[in-house]
Nanobody, 125 residues
Framework: QVQLVESGGGLVQAGGSLRLSCAGE????????MGWFRQAPGKEREFVAT????????YYADSVKGRFTISRDNAKNTAHLQMNSLKPEDTAVYYC??????????????????WGQGTQVTVSS
């Protein structure tokens, strides 16, 4: 059974940092691009960042560019999202997702086949 487990969420003050982790179980994900999405209360789930299979290419939503960094460790079957200079508007449930073996990466929810259960990030002002 394929499973993605996120961790690292929590409560942080504005300007602070958090590092989210995503551990894959049941399958090796090195052949798939991966991504992070988030969903705030009452809003649609939105794209945050995505990374290619090798980790050599990344793409970010404009709202997080320059503050967040996505990375992956294929040897450990994990992905990470380093979040710096956090703002109250970053408050959301953050989801890790595994995409496809074709294409470099994607910012589309529909391109992702596997999702984690989410981890809450709350940024206080």
């Amino acid at each position: 059974q394929v499973q993605l487990v996120e961790s690292g969420g929590g409560l942080v003050q504005a300007g602070g940092s958090l590092r989210l982790s995503c551990a894959g179980e049941g399958r090796t994900f090195s052949g798939y691009y991966m991504g992070w999405f988030r969903q705030a209360p009452g809003k649609e789930r939105e794209f945050v960042a995505t990374i290619s299979r090798s980790g050599g290419r990344t793409y970010y939503a404009d709202s997080v560019k320059g503050r967040f960094t996505i990375s992956r460790d294929n040897a450990k079957n994990t992905a990470h999202l380093q979040m710096n200079s956090l703002k109250p508007e970053d408050t959301a449930v953050y989801y890790c997702a595994v995409g496809s073996m074709s294409g470099v990466y994607s910012d589309s929810r529909g391109a992702y086949a596997y999702w984690g259960q989410g981890t809450q990030v709350t940024v206080s002002s």
